[in-house]
């Protein structure tokens, strides 16, 4: 199911946060929102998933206007898995990835074996599979982090909602993570800082600066040296990742305070020092997108 967000703007406590953002998630594909700490990723994915109300805009999940469902009808399109993980559940492991069932259950409805056969494959999906009995509220933050995405899944919504789902996993369970989200094939939008992530996993980027959104594109198109200096304020190489073909991004940590005037650096242009990247003339990347 095709998502888009329209000319959105939020405003909070009387600042806007976000104004004018465009962007779309096509049916099963996978958007990624990247962009520097408080340039707006959480705020859109909060009004994608009801938490927040817009000023204007609108978001459509399909051909509807998410705010016009109910929410038990927002809740059998959109599964969320937002940063802030919720409360110590005394529930054990298995409890709470059932309660991803519950938009298609009547009041009191115990869970029927169609259920139980998605909760277990949700879990078996995140690798938890044998976790079921264990509280919820003893795992680490890693185990955490996977059993709410399993209850997100147990959801089975049409599109996926996820706030830095990466966070607190360890390398093997970032790739398992990232593995399985491409095996869904069902639409997602989500936000990550692990820039190399977003290349291998996403087919869609949208890069948020300052509350707009002034790129999108794949990957591809998206992440050049330019554009990682001017939003990202560093210095970098993009080449092709040697196992997978991806964009793949090679920061110079020395650089980092000339990034801006290095703007559009490239491996395999006219020579610079031995080494290094060479910055051909500053190419402008910041400009707000609408339509």
């Avoid at 074996?113 to 003893?138: C, E, Q």
């Avoid at 491409?182 to 639409?187: H, L």
């Avoid at 939003?231 to 801006?260: M, N």
């Amino acid at each position: 199911m095709r998502i888009a967000v329209e000319e959105l703007d939020v405003t909070l406590s009387g600042r806007t946060v976000v104004s004018g953002v465009h962007l779309v998630a096509e049916d099963g594909e996978i958007a990624g929102l990247i962009g520097p700490n408080g340039s707006g990723k959480s705020t859109v994915l909060r009004t994608v998933y009801r938490y927040l109300r817009p000023h204007a805009g609108r978001v459509l999940v399909g051909d509807a206007d998410i705010r016009s469902l109910t929410a038990a009808e927002t809740a059998r399109r959109v599964a969320a898995l937002p940063q802030e993980r919720g409360s110590d559940f005394e529930l054990s492991v298995r409890a709470v990835v059932a309660m991803g069932r519950t938009p298609y259950k009547r009041a009191f409805a115990g869970e029927d074996r169609a259920d139980a056969d998605i909760v277990a494959t949700a879990l078996a999906g995140v690798g938890m599979a044998g976790a079921g009995a264990r509280r919820f509220s003893t795992l680490s933050g890693g185990e955490r982090q996977r059993v709410l995405l399993a209850r997100a899944l147990a959801q089975d919504p049409k599109v996926l909602v996820l706030d830095e789902p990466t966070n607190h996993l360890d390398v093997r369970h970032q790739v398992e993570l990232l593995a399985l989200l491409r095996e869904q094939r069902r639409t997602t939008l989500l936000s990550l800082h692990d820039l190399n992530a977003a290349a291998s996993l996403c087919d869609r980027l949208h890069v948020l600066h300052e509350g707009a959104v002034v790129a999108s594109g794949t990957p591809r198109e998206v992440l050049t040296p330019a554009l990682l200096a001017e939003v990202f304020g560093v210095r970098a190489a993009v080449v092709e990742h040697p196992l997978t073909g991806d964009p793949l991004i090679a920061f110079d940590h020395r650089g980092v305070a000339d990034a801006a005037a290095d703007a559009g650096a490239r491996v395999g242009s006219p020579a610079g020092p031995p080494g290094e990247p060479a910055a051909p003339p500053r190419t402008p990347v910041l400009k707000r997108r609408t339509g």
